[in-house]
């Protein structure tokens, strides 16, 4: 069977948004054989408990019973499961002031009483990220959970995230954006300085690379936006659906 990935992120305790990308992936022509999501599963506006428990509930190793014909999610940590870390102590920079600068007091507080320890801890056993094949499927990058590539990004630092990911593709969730930005270096060398001077030249690989913003489960009310890869022939297709009164589905570009 030919392999298909879905990667999601950003759900944001928007339990109604999953559930409609998981049923608009059971549609696919080509059956899905890998689900990732790619951080941000918890949010300010959801669900995140109901989240998190039907995440679990696709593993029978968490002691519920998966619902049938379904296959268990990967999941790597995003911005908001840090700022969880943060408030509950498991990081090195404690009362996330991140959170606080972006969402002042209320925010922190409503984090804090909708997430429960116990799924803080499950969400710490968490991946950063996963490298497949020649692929790196992150939240923001190897540099920072809140790292957001756009397509505005410069491309020498987009260029730099994909040399340091050493990865011809680089997913990411972090921006909520849907996009697919190829860079194409033509003349990209590099020289290393120690005490017995300039080394030789390092010529970095050519070969073109691109970053591709995964877009958002949840994060925009009525639509969510996900992406499927074809990893046999290096297709990625982005898909919005619907999650109004009238359910539906469409593919964007």
Known sequence: MQSQWA?????EGNLAAYEAVLQDIRRQRHPVTE???VGDVVGLKGDNEAVIRRLRSHSSSSGASPHPGEFVPQVC???WEEQCFSLHGFSGVLNAPELMAQFGSDGVKHLWESVSRESVEWLRSRHFGFHELDCLLIHGSTVSYADELTPKTPAIQLCDRLIRADANTLFCGRSGLIFECWVEPSMLRSTVTTLDGVQDLIEQGKTPRR??????VGRTPGQATYTLYNPA???VTFNAVSYNSVKGFGTVS
Not at 7 to 11: A, V
């Open 211 to 216: 970053v591709v913003g995964v877009g958002s």
């Open 35 to 37: 689900l990732y999501v």
């Open 7 to 11: 990667i999601l992120s950003g759900i």
């Open 77 to 79: 940590v995003g911005w």
């Open 233 to 235: 022939n290096n297709q």
